[in-house]
């Protein structure tokens, strides 16, 4: 017996019930990208590694899938390296393309490549997938869809404030009710100034950033191994730990920053989105966090994430301002600012939550029973006509018998199937079977077709 074959841990197939949720789910998001101008692109599935690496921490370097290089790859490649078997330097010998990790890279190197052709502000939207090396597990896999925005071109907060407008109507036309968490790097890079240890803002954020998973005390112990003193941890604690409004929190910690120009300036930046949301009719809620690092080095503004509050499953979109990243590609000084909506947590949220609306999911509405060569003659025209109406139509394929054609359309669970023997002929007529209710009736073409559409 043949062995049956397999696919790489940490992705999936999608039947057809599962592809019509994912279209849901893309088309709802393209919807409200076009509401507030945002163009569609596409990248390649491969970038450079020159484009990739060094843009997403030493973590994040470890998890790009790196792309052999074409032809004899080992042909440059001596016994003497070969033997030392040091994986790092063979992989840069042997490589020099990986799969994407996000595309928000990938967009920065796109916008230095076009920038003569792009009308600044450019705001960008994407949908395609992306692979990360990372262990597989409930809700985070190797490969996995982004539905991401960024505006380039703009240093203007208003930009955020769109932002966030757009995770909550995503959000609210779905069904799910979501926590919007919002931080900014300025704040954390000042709070690493106040403590005296400004050169450890990235092991800072990385360790803030792993609160909840790992708890407070494996964080202090994170960031004792990162080289911080007992009494620098010690004043992070009331940081890490605050309480209160969105208010409160900001007054405190501007207190807390007084000292530090970057801080003050993130807080200052963090009351203006604030501020502004109160009046937009937002139907979710937005909260400071100032636990919430996220780890990618290219953030340097304002940072968001979002959590369901139905469903136990992590982050379902995130983002931030990125004000540096094009200027790794030789064009500096061009801010940006995104969001990216995680489409296949957003899938098991919305399959946890049943919230996938009837007509969303639905495929074939009409099937017309095959008895034979004539009778399928006389369906076909009428089969035409229900799909210029707009009614997905089948006609089954082959005169087997009705029991299986039937069982067909229950499979498919078609709402509605026609039939036509020669009584129906005679009478230029069909019977309609309605598969939910049993109910039968003997229509004509243009009956039949407003039966269905009403």
């Not at 060094?54 to 390296?81: A, P, Q, T």
């Not at 539905?147 to 071109?153: I, M, R, T």
């Not at 769109?162 to 919007?180: N, S």
């Not at 937009?280 to 780890?295: F, H, M, P, V, Y």
């Amino acid at each position: 017996m043949a062995q049956k074959p397999n696919i790489p841990k940490g992705t999936r197939d999608f039947s057809p019930m599962e592809m019509a949720k994912r279209n849901y789910i893309f088309n709802t998001i393209k919807d409200v990208y076009a509401l507030y101008g945002f163009q569609q692109i596409e990248t390649p599935a491969m970038e450079t590694l020159g484009t990739l690496m060094g843009k997403y921490g030493e973590e994040g370097d470890k998890l790009l899938f790196k792309v052999l290089n074409s032809g004899d790859y080992l042909n440059k490649i001596d016994d003497r390296e070969l033997l030392e078997r040091n994986s790092l330097h063979l992989a840069a010998r042997l490589c020099e393309k990986g799969l994407r990790y996000d595309l928000t890279v990938p967009f920065a190197r796109y916008v230095v490549m076009h920038r003569e052709e792009l009308q600044l502000p450019f705001k960008r939207y994407q949908i395609q997938p992306v692979w990360r090396a990372d262990r597989p597990q409930k809700g985070r896999y190797r490969e996995f869809y982004q539905c991401d925005a960024d505006v380039v071109g703009s240093d203007s907060l208003l930009n955020e404030v769109e932002l966030m407008q757009i995770v909550d109507t995503v959000f609210t036309r779905f069904g799910v009710r979501v926590q919007i968490k919002i931080n900014n790097r300025k704040i954390l890079t000042g709070i690493a100034e106040v403590i005296g240890a400004a050169d450890k803002i990235v092991d800072i954020t990385v360790a803030i950033d792993k609160l909840d998973k790992i708890g407070i005390d494996n964080v202090n112990q994170e960031l004792r191994s990162d080289g911080l003193s007992d009494e620098q941890i010690e004043k992070l604690q009331p940081i890490i730990s605050l309480a209160g409004t969105n208010e409160e929190k900001l007054a405190v910690i501007a207190d807390v920053l007084k000292d530090s120009e970057t801080g003050l300036k993130g807080v200052e930046e963090t009351k203006f989105i604030l501020d502004a949301l109160k009046t937009s009719g937002l139907k979710n809620e937005i909260q400071l966090d100032l636990t919430l690092a996220r780890g990618l080095n290219y953030y340097t503004g304002a940072i968001f994430e979002v959590k369901a509050l139905d469903v136990q499953i992590g982050s379902i979109t995130g983002g931030g301002r990125y004000d540096n990243l094009t200027g790794i590609f030789g064009m500096p000084g061009l801010s940006g600012v995104g969001i990216s909506f995680g489409a296949d947590r957003i899938f098991d949220v919305l399959n946890q939550l049943d919230l996938y609306p009837k007509e969303a999911v639905n495929g074939t509405q009409l099937l017309f029973i095959n008895f034979g060569a004539a009778e399928t003659a006389y369906c076909l025209p009428v089969a035409a006509m229900a799909r210029q109406s707009g009614i997905r139509t089948e006609v089954f394929p082959d005169a087997v018998k009705m029991k299986k054609q039937m069982s067909y359309a229950n499979a498919k669970q078609i709402p509605f199937v026609a039939l036509a023997g020669e009584n129906e002929i005679s009478q230029g007529k069909f019977t309609l079977k309605n598969m939910v209710s049993g109910e039968q009736r003997l229509l004509t073409p243009e009956e039949l077709i407003s039966e269905i559409t009403k």
